[in-house]
């Protein structure tokens, strides 16, 4: 049975939520047999020393809130979601996100979403996709830990025909013959599908694929349909980015801990010297462990979260977090995309940089025309597409009459300088033109404080390593 839209809540609140990928930054590369298993993502080296020094409760218990934290955040995402569009089926955006998307900070008017909560705990799930030669598309699959641990799309599979079997940890089955397995890692995933669309008159032709694509129980392959339902995800605490900073983190950490295990050796170390002192209960028992003593931890660790997110800045004005969607024993770094960027795909896929201030140091500001220039040798390297997205301080699209948010190289504005470069001015009031008459590339933006997005889609090594950076916000005159 085909995957349909869910009809759970209305259709306009629902495609605001799919904006949740809006800060990624994406997947890993293919060889030719791309095919036969999508690549697994290269996780770094752990930075966790062999003997770790003896800690105070006190260190304990915010180490604990620090390496928690991500899967806090997934945790309330994926019952969200789960209570809007249900489980283990697909659900597709059918419209291009607008000013209305203020559900999820900055939406992105490059893809439309296909999305879906996979609860493993009923056994695997097969995601079958067509061949897509012409068109840039990818399937991330994120654990509830935010590890992007597998992909199916345009660079991980080369856009080829196929079925993926997503199967729990610890499955011992063979999948049917023909099929491919990507083994995953908790068994609560989120599935982010990415598709490219021009514009408007581009959604037909991403919606024709859905009929395409399925997602469904392994057994609709096999005949066997007598799987479970998996039990329910519950309600979340909270919304996914207010994780409390006081002793009831840690008793909600413990009942996600109880779903999800910890995935590395750190983790699991952490977790039961966690368990030991108290810091965290099991199987729903609350933490024994001063609940003062707690306080101060979630405090310290949600401080510690937040100096890292202070810290991101670039000298031209531009930033990124760095190496993303994978992390191995890098607690802080992990934590720090959990906040900043849930979601978020290794650099391979997509590389994408803020702006919050121009080359000088000052805030951008409508009132005051700014051009990005990228010279004719130094445009933004990919072997997919790139574009600049303007926002609201609030990282929502702020509306302008000209209902134009992002301009890229797919832009029919977008047109080349006489010396090969391209000059996208930035303000509030549209540009005068050139000399020859022509209009200049505009990016229209708010009044007053305005943020930059720069997203390069399957991005060259240039841009992964920083050989390559984006060029200062100038301002005009």
């Known amino acids: 049975m085909r ?9 306009r609140r629902v495609a605001a939520l799919l904006a949740v990928a809006a800060l990624v930054l994406a997947t890993a590369c ?3 047999d791309a095919a036969d298993a999508p690549p697994r993502a290269t996780a770094p080296t752990p930075t966790t020393a062999e ?35 249900g489980v283990n089926g697909l659900f597709w955006q059918t419209a291009l996100s607008g000013p209305e998307t203020r559900v999820i900070v900055a939406p992105n008017q490059d893809t439309l979403y296909s999305i879906a909560v996979l609860d493993l705990r009923a056994g695997p799930l097969a995601l079958t996709v067509p061949e897509i030669p012409d068109r840039y598309h ?55 599908g990415r598709f490219l669309v021009d514009d408007e008159a581009d959604i037909p032709h ?14 609709a392959l096999t005949g066997d349909t007598d799987a479970p339902a998996p039990p329910p995800l519950g309600d979340p605490a909270g919304a996914p980015q207010a994780i409390p900073t006081d ?58 979260i937040g100096r890292g997110a202070a810290g991101t800045g670039g000298a031209t004005g531009w930033s990124a977090p760095g190496r993303v969607g994978t992390y191995g024993d890098d607690l802080d770094q992990r934590a720090l995309v959990a906040r900043i960027g849930w979601g978020a795909n290794v650099p391979e896929e997509a590389v994408y940089s803020v702006a919050r201030t121009d080359g000088d140091g000052a805030p951008l500001d409508g009132s005051v025309p700014h051009v990005v ?19 609201g301080p609030d990282m929502f699209f702020a509306a302008n009459p000209q209902g134009t948010y992002a301009i890229g190289d797919r832009s029919p504005a977008l047109t080349e300088e006489e010396d090969g470069s391209l000059e996208v001015v930035v303000s509030h009031e549209e540009p005068p033109p050139r000399a020859d008459g022509t209009p200049r590339p505009w990016l229209p933006v708010p009044e007053g404080r305005y943020v930059l997005m720069l997203r390069l889609y399957l991005p060259q090594q240039a841009a992964i390593d920083g050989t390559w950076t984006p060029p200062p916000v100038e301002p005009v005159g």
């Not at 995957?3 to 259709?11: E, F, I, L, T």
């Not at 003997?51 to 019952?79: C, H, I, K, N, W």
Request: a negative charge; zero cysteines.
């Open 206 to 219: 991403v919606l024709a694929l859905r009929d395409q694509i399925s997602l469904q129980p392994l057994g």
């Open 138 to 192: 990818a399937y991330q699959l994120l654990d509830t830990w935010t590890e992007s641990f597998a992909y199916v799309g345009t660079r991980a599979t080369g856009g080829r025909a196929g079925t993926w079997v997503i199967t729990p940890p610890g499955w011992e089955g063979e999948p049917p013959a023909g099929t491919h397995q990507i083994e995953a890692t908790t068994p609560l995933v989120f599935l982010l």
């Open 373 to 391: 220039r990228f010279p004719a040798d130094a445009r933004p390297p990919v072997d997919s597409f790139w574009s600049l997205t303007a926002y």
């Open 30 to 32: 293919s060889g030719d």
């Open 51 to 85: 003997e770790t020094p003896p800690m105070t409760d006190a260190e304990l218990a915010a180490e604990t809130y620090v390496a928690g934290y991500p899967l806090l955040v997934s945790t309330r995402t994926l019952q969200r979601f789960g209570g809007l569009i």
């Open 3 to 11: 995957s349909r839209p869910s009809p759970s809540g209305p259709a």
């Open 247 to 304: 002793a009831s983190a840690f008793t909600e950490l413990g009942a996600a801990l109880d779903v999800v295990a910890p995935t590395t050796p750190a983790q699991r170390d952490l977790f039961a010297r966690a368990e030991a002192a108290g810091i965290v209960g099991r199987d729903g028992a609350p933490p024994t462990a001063d609940p003062a003593l707690l306080d101060e931890a979630a405090q310290a660790g949600h401080a510690r």
